[in-house]
């Protein structure tokens, strides 16, 4: 079982829809977390962290569920600026560990 | 506030040739590291680096070396670059643990023919 697994989409959405990601870890230690966002040709930055107790950012909520070490991505309203490849990145063990990035979810918000 | 910086941005290589790619951040981090990331392959992790002096083998270190003789710093050395190599090599750095992610440069496109 890969690190982390994330279906490659494409997700096309029409603007203003919700669409929701879904991410899968196998390391059942891990401890950190993350979304981030990489545009076409560009690098990945840090979209939102994701804590136990869910969060919020605006548009975006991500949430995360240990037992199913399972972790989500949801957005509203989606904007055309929203188009872009999402990545799952969870740390590979408890503590300093580096991070393992999932391959991505592309989404297409379509005018 | 220039983050962290890659150089070269571009670069094409033949087949046996040597290089070196810079990673240099403004930010005083502890940790920096080196990923390629391939179509359907992801990022993944080549070397990093917990300190000054200090490096680490990631997921696919063969063909590659590093050096971290400042703390700002972080080099990645092909000495046979191979057609395998061709990639986009991102570097990043982070604060001392993961839990704040990672700052990425903007990234080198190597071709390797």
């Known amino acids: 079982r890969k690190e982390v697994e994330q279906d490659p989409g494409p997700f096309n959405v029409p603007e203003g829809a919700t669409v929701a990601f879904n991410c899968t870890y196998s390391?059942?230690?891990?401890?950190?977390f993350f979304w981030y966002r990489q545009d076409c040709r560009k690098e990945p930055k840090l979209l939102m962290s994701?804590?136990?107790s869910g969060n919020e950012d605006g548009r975006f909520t991500a949430q995360l569920n240990r037992a199913s070490q399972y972790i989500s991505l949801l957005i509203r309203d989606s904007k055309l600026s929203d188009s872009a490849t999402y990545l799952c990145?969870?740390?590979?063990?408890?503590?300093?560990?580096?991070?393992?990035f999932g391959k991505g979810t592309r989404l297409s918000v379509i005018a | 506030n220039a983050g962290v910086t890659q150089t070269p941005k571009f670069r094409v290589l033949k087949t046996g040739q040597s290089m070196t790619l810079l990673c240099a951040q403004d930010?005083?981090?502890?940790?920096m590291y080196w990923y390629r990331q391939d179509p359907g392959m992801g990022l993944r992790l080549i070397h990093y680096?917990?300190?000054?002096?200090?490096?680490a083998k990631g997921e696919v270190p063969d063909g590659y070396n590093v050096s971290r003789l400042k703390k700002q710093n972080f080099l990645l050395g092909l000495e046979s670059a191979a057609p395998s190599q061709t990639s986009v090599y991102f570097c990043?750095?982070?604060?001392?643990?993961?839990?704040?992610?990672?700052?990425f440069g903007s990234g080198t496109r190597l071709t390797v023919v």
């Open positions: 680096s917990v300190g000054e002096g200090t490096t």
């Open positions: 994701v804590y136990s």
């Open positions: 930010m005083n981090h502890e940790y």
């Open positions: 990145v969870v740390n590979a063990n408890s503590g300093n560990t580096p991070l393992v």
């Open positions: 390391n059942s230690a891990s401890q950190s």
């Open positions: 990043a750095s982070s604060r001392g643990t993961a839990g704040r992610g990672y700052t």
